[in-house]
C-alpha cells in the first residue's frame, strides 16, 4: 500500500512538505508542489480524509446548502466554492433544502454533527428564531445570496432591489404602465427586495400599481406557470410581465408560447437572472444578470478565512453587495 512516505521520497521533499501541499497547497512553492502532485500521481496515493482531518484538527470537508441546485444561477456559485475549497484542500459536500426551511435547519444540524469546517448557505429560513440559530451555531457559516436579518453572519448577495429598478424602468420608458410581477416567497430576503424595487420605481413614477396584478411565484416554475397563466387569461391582462427570478420569468414565456400569445408583440417580458441556453430562445429574454462566479469566488474567500481563523470569530459580519448587470434582449417593445 502506498504511503506518503513513498510519494516524499519520489517527489525528493521530507514527508512533512507533503503534508503541507496536502493541506495547505497555496504554501507551497510551484516547481515543488508539482513535483509532489506528479509522485501521487505515479504512485496512485491516496489522501485519507480521517487522517488529514487528525493533521489539521478540523474536518476537510465543507457544507453548501441551498434551495434549487437545478437552477443555473446556484450550480455556478457551487462550481466556484468547490474550485476554491479544492485549491485549498477542502472537499465540498452539497445539500439541497428544496426551499423548505425545516429540512434546510436539519441539513446544517447534521453537517454541525459531521464536525464539518464551514459551510456556505443561501438561507430559506427566516425571522427571528432562525436568526438566533444560525447566530448561535457553532461552525463557521457564510450566507449568500439569501439574507437573515439579526443571524450575524457574514453575507455576499447583489443589489436586489437595483435588479427590479432596472427592470421596471426600462419597461415604463416604454411606455408600460399595466406591468405584472411575479414574486418569489414572502418574507425571504431576495424576493422582499426584489417586489421592494418594483413597487418603489412604480410609485416613483407616479404610476398607480393594481395589486391585483402582482402575484407570489415562488421562484419555482410551476408557481411562476400558474400565476402566469392567471396574469394572462384576464381580459385586462398586462401588458409586460416582470419574473422575480429565472425560473418564473422562464415559465412565464412558456405561457405566452402555449397561449398563442407573441412575445412581445402581445405581451413584453423580463426577469432577473439568466437561463441555460438563453442565446437560443426565442425571443432572447431582457433581463438583469447577477455576478454568480464573483459571489461563489467571495463566498468561498470569505468562508476559507473565517475556518482559517477561528479567533477571527471576534470581527463584525460584513456584508458584500455586488451591483447586477443589464442584458437588453428582444422581449420588449415600446408600446
Same mark, same amino acid.
Not at 124 to 134: I, K, M, P, S
Not at 158 to 169: A, H, K, Q, R
Given at each position: 500500500?502506498?504511503?506518503?512516505?513513498?510519494?516524499?521520497?519520489?517527489?525528493?521533499?521530507?514527508?512533512?512538505?507533503?503534508?503541507?501541499?496536502?493541506?495547505?497547497?497555496?504554501?507551497?512553492?510551484?516547481?515543488?508542489?508539482?513535483?509532489?502532485?506528479?509522485?501521487?500521481?505515479?504512485?496512485?496515493?491516496?489522501?485519507?480524509?480521517?487522517?488529514?482531518?487528525?493533521?489539521?484538527?478540523?474536518?476537510?470537508?465543507?457544507?453548501?446548502?441551498?434551495?434549487?441546485?437545478?437552477?443555473?444561477?446556484?450550480?455556478?456559485?457551487?462550481?466556484?466554492?468547490?474550485?476554491?475549497?479544492?485549491?485549498?484542500?477542502?472537499?465540498?459536500?452539497?445539500?439541497?433544502?428544496? =426551499?423548505? @426551511?425545516?429540512?434546510? /435547519?436539519? *441539513?446544517?444540524? $447534521?453537517?454541525?454533527?459531521?464536525? %464539518?469546517? !464551514?459551510?456556505?448557505?443561501?438561507?430559506?429560513?427566516?425571522?427571528?428564531?432562525?436568526?438566533?440559530?444560525?447566530?448561535?451555531?457553532?461552525?463557521?457559516?457564510?450566507?449568500?445570496?439569501?439574507?437573515?436579518?439579526?443571524?450575524?453572519?457574514?453575507?455576499?448577495?447583489?443589489?436586489?432591489?437595483?435588479?427590479?429598478?432596472?427592470?421596471?424602468?426600462?419597461?415604463?420608458?416604454?411606455?408600460?404602465?399595466?406591468?405584472?410581477?411575479?414574486?418569489?416567497?414572502?418574507?425571504?430576503?431576495?424576493?422582499?427586495?426584489?417586489?421592494?424595487?418594483?413597487?418603489?420605481?412604480?410609485?416613483?413614477?407616479?404610476?398607480?400599481?393594481?395589486?391585483?396584478?402582482?402575484?407570489?411565484?415562488?421562484?419555482?416554475?410551476?408557481? =411562476?406557470? @400558474?400565476?402566469?397563466? /392567471?396574469? *394572462?387569461?384576464? $381580459?385586462?391582462?398586462?401588458?409586460? %410581465?416582470? !419574473?422575480?427570478?429565472?425560473?418564473?420569468?422562464?415559465?412565464?414565456?412558456?405561457?405566452?408560447?402555449?397561449?398563442?400569445?407573441?412575445?412581445?408583440?402581445?405581451?413584453?417580458?423580463?426577469?432577473?437572472?439568466?437561463?441555460?441556453?438563453?442565446?437560443?430562445?426565442?425571443?432572447?429574454?431582457?433581463?438583469?444578470?447577477?455576478?454568480?462566479?464573483?459571489?461563489?469566488?467571495?463566498?468561498?474567500?470569505?468562508?476559507?478565512?473565517?475556518?482559517?481563523?477561528?479567533?477571527?470569530?471576534?470581527?463584525?459580519?460584513?456584508?458584500?453587495?455586488?451591483?447586477?448587470?443589464?442584458?437588453?434582449?428582444?422581449?420588449?417593445?415600446?408600446?
Amino acid at each position: 500500500m502506498t504511503t506518503i512516505r513513498d510519494v516524499a521520497r519520489l517527489a525528493g521533499v521530507s514527508i512533512s512538505t507533503v503534508s503541507l501541499a496536502l493541506n495547505s497547497p497555496k504554501r507551497v512553492g510551484v516547481e515543488t508542489l508539482d513535483r509532489i502532485q506528479q509522485a501521487i500521481k505515479s504512485t496512485g496515493y491516496r489522501i485519507d480524509p480521517v487522517a488529514q482531518t487528525l493533521a489539521r484538527g478540523r474536518s476537510s470537508l465543507i457544507g453548501f446548502v441551498s434551495a434549487n441546485l437545478g437552477n443555473m444561477f446556484f450550480g455556478d456559485i457551487r462550481r466556484e466554492i468547490e474550485r476554491q475549497g479544492l485549491d485549498n484542500g477542502y472537499f465540498v459536500l452539497i445539500a439541497d433544502s428544496s =426551499g423548505r @426551511a425545516d429540512l434546510e /435547519r436539519a *441539513l446544517l444540524e $447534521r453537517l454541525e454533527a459531521q464536525k %464539518i469546517a !464551514g459551510i456556505a448557505l443561501a438561507a430559506n429560513g427566516h425571522g427571528e428564531e432562525y436568526a438566533t440559530f444560525l447566530r448561535d451555531f457553532k461552525t463557521p457559516i457564510v450566507m449568500f445570496d439569501q439574507k437573515v436579518e439579526g443571524a450575524e453572519r457574514d453575507f455576499v448577495g447583489s443589489d436586489n432591489p437595483l435588479t427590479t429598478t432596472i427592470l421596471t424602468e426600462h419597461l415604463l420608458q416604454l411606455g408600460h404602465r399595466r406591468i405584472g410581477f411575479i414574486s418569489g416567497p414572502s418574507g425571504l430576503h431576495t424576493a422582499d427586495e426584489r417586489l421592494k424595487g418594483f413597487m418603489n420605481t412604480m410609485a416613483g413614477a407616479g404610476v398607480d400599481i393594481d395589486p391585483s396584478l402582482v402575484v407570489e411565484g415562488g421562484y419555482t416554475r410551476t408557481g =411562476g406557470h @400558474a400565476q402566469a397563466m /392567471r396574469l *394572462l387569461t384576464r $381580459r385586462d391582462r398586462p401588458t409586460a %410581465i416582470i !419574473g422575480a427570478n429565472n425560473m418564473t420569468g422562464l415559465a412565464a414565456l412558456q405561457v405566452m408560447q402555449e397561449m398563442g400569445f407573441r412575445c412581445p408583440d402581445d405581451v413584453s417580458l423580463a426577469m432577473v437572472d439568466d437561463v441555460p441556453w438563453s442565446n437560443v430562445i426565442t425571443p432572447r429574454i431582457t433581463m438583469v444578470v447577477q455576478d454568480a462566479q464573483k459571489l461563489g469566488e467571495l463566498a468561498a474567500q470569505r468562508l476559507l478565512a473565517r475556518i482559517a481563523s477561528p479567533e477571527g470569530a471576534a470581527e463584525p459580519p460584513q456584508d458584500f453587495i455586488l451591483t447586477p448587470r443589464f442584458v437588453r434582449g428582444e422581449s420588449t417593445r415600446r408600446l
